[in-house]
């Protein structure tokens, strides 16, 4: 099935969906698409990450009728009854909540276990208790750890490099237990350095993109850690919306309980990224011509090279990214330029 066919499948078919971390960047956009969908959904935020902006961002960008198809719930997935509560009379799940820094997990696994395991173990008993047909959970490519294949396929892992990619290991693990063990259909999506719209640049474990992005247009210095030939595997958060979407629709029953990667299945270093960035953003912005990178020691827990072979998802999913990184990038540019920097001229 293509990710046209799954759009329209799911407007002729409306189902009751709930979506963790709504607030978040990645969840945020699952929203504003399952309501273009007309679909009813539940929003489930404790806003430790998450903006009310976002969620006010997409307010502002609907028709009303579509937008009081949402509901959104404070809580946290940490409490079972919170997650019990919001998986009443839901049929599909789409677990985005998380605490999704390297950094922070090597400082403080105790907030990384507590949040990305702990939480993701009550989601999936709640849906198990409450008959949720599918669940699609977010997982990492920081799964494949110390494993050094390039291009990384879903069977090959490695030992975790950090508590964060431990952590989403063990969700795996837990998905495929609940699988086996009480028949919950799950499906899980191992992302690769998401960007676009709506990601936060502000905190010290910011992600690289909008990080940089708004230390280039406040003029501050732009940190390279290592040489910058690092290479990371760009995936436009639309790709992330479209596997979503394709996961929690299939009728495919080889894709059911199985583990995708979802990325653009391109590898760009550190340096190339930075001029890209630059280039994009000074498009709008013009005084961000002048930045340059200042480079500092490798950081701990990251891996080297990072690529996806994404051929699985391609076949039993029918994912295909329609943007490539330099698309992706002007239109997350045009967003970053509008909401740090004042309208794009």
């Given at each position: 099935m293509s990710y046209r066919d799954a759009g329209q499948a799911t407007m002729a078919r409306p189902r009751r969906w709930l979506v963790t971390g709504a607030a978040g960047f990645i969840g945020s956009n699952l929203v504003e698409a399952l309501l273009r969908l007309d679909q009813q959904v539940v929003g489930l935020d404790n806003f430790s990450t998450g903006h009310q902006?976002?969620?006010?961002?997409?307010?502002?960008?609907?028709?009303?009728?579509?937008?009081?198809?949402?509901?959104?719930v404070t809580g946290d997935v940490q409490e079972p009854a919170t997650c019990l509560g919001a998986c009443q009379g839901i049929d599909v799940v789409l677990h985005q909540a998380a605490l999704a820094s390297v950094p922070l997990s090597m400082e403080h696994p105790e907030r990384i276990h507590a949040a990305n395991v702990t939480g993701s173990m009550n989601v999936l008993n709640a849906a198990r208790e409450t008959g949720v047909s599918r669940v699609v959970y977010a997982s990492?490519?920081?799964v494949y750890g110390d494993h050094l294949g390039v291009p990384a396929?879903?069977?090959?892992?490695?030992?975790?490099?950090?508590?964060?990619?431990?952590?989403?290991?063990a969700v795996e693990l837990y998905a495929d237990t609940f699988s086996r063990c009480y028949g919950l259909d799950c499906v899980g999506l191992r992302y690769f350095n998401a960007f676009g719209r709506r990601?936060?640049?502000?905190?010290?474990?910011?992600?690289?993109?909008?990080?940089?992005?708004?230390?280039?247009?406040?003029?501050?210095?732009?940190?390279?850690?290592g040489d910058g030939e690092t290479t990371r595997?760009?995936?436009h958060v639309a790709e992330v919306v479209q596997a979503n979407l394709l996961a929690a629709t299939t009728r495919n029953p080889d894709a059911s309980n199985q583990i995708f990667n979802i990325a653009g299945g391109q590898g760009t270093t550190l340096n190339?990224?930075?001029?890209?960035?630059?280039t994009g953003l000074s498009v709008h912005l013009p005084h961000v011509l002048a930045c340059n990178p200042v480079y500092d020691a490798v950081r701990a827990g990251d891996v080297r090279h990072?690529?996806?072979?994404?051929?699985?998802?391609?076949?039993?999913?029918?994912?295909?990214?329609?943007?490539?990184?330099?698309?992706?990038?002007?239109?997350?540019?045009?967003?970053y330029a509008q909401h740090l920097g004042g309208r794009p001229e």
């Open positions: 902006s976002n969620l006010e961002e997409i307010r502002l960008s609907l028709a009303p009728e579509q937008w009081a198809r949402f509901r959104m990492s490519s920081a396929v879903e069977p090959l892992i490695g030992r975790p490099l950090s508590p964060y990619a431990l952590s989403k290991r990601q936060d640049p502000e905190g010290a474990y910011a992600a690289v993109i909008p990080r940089w992005v708004s230390q280039m247009i406040r003029r501050e210095a732009v940190y390279i850690h595997d760009f995936c190339e990224l930075f001029l890209l960035l630059r990072s690529l996806a072979d994404i051929g699985k998802a391609e076949r039993l999913l029918g994912f295909c990214p329609t943007l490539g990184l330099a698309e992706g990038l002007a239109e997350a540019m045009a967003w």
